[in-house]
């Protein structure tokens, strides 16, 4: 069993950074693939971010490219989202999520476990 938690997010205005923390329990943290997914009021959840078990590797939407960095800690059962240059189009909340095994790393449902989420608000 795998609980996360999120924080770090608030009300910024475009163009500035927040960065997200999610702290995960357990001492299995290091074999998990983790992911960063939002939702907007209205939408569908959406993949953000994802990163291997060692942080080796990390795959983005394109509509975060070049502007979001996932990160881990391994040794602080942590994962970060550094998130820059936000937009408007960037306002939601904001969930990590951990998958033992992943194939379809862009998917929900791949993923076994889900924080509570954390809002982010990106002002015009």
């Known amino acids: 069993q795998v609980q996360l938690v999120e924080s770090g997010g608030g009300l910024v205005q475009a163009g500035g950074s927040l960065r997200l923390s999610c702290a995960a329990s357990g001492r299995t943290f290091s074999s998990y693939w983790m992911g960063w997914f939002r939702q907007a009021p209205g939408k569908e959840r959406e993949f953000v971010s994802v990163?291997?078990?060692?942080?080796?590797?990390?795959y983005y939407a394109d509509s975060v490219k070049g502007r979001f960095t996932i990160t881990r800690d391994n040794a602080k059962n942590t994962v970060y989202l550094q998130m820059n240059s936000l937009k408007p189009e960037d306002t939601a909340v904001y969930y990590c999520?951990?998958?033992?095994?992943?194939?379809?790393?862009?998917?929900?449902?791949?993923?076994?476990?889900w924080g509570q989420g954390t809002q982010v608000t990106v002002s015009a």
């Open positions: 990163i291997n078990s060692n942080g080796g590797r990390t």
């Open positions: 999520a951990a998958a033992r095994l992943l194939r379809l790393w862009a998917a929900g449902t791949e993923y076994n476990y």
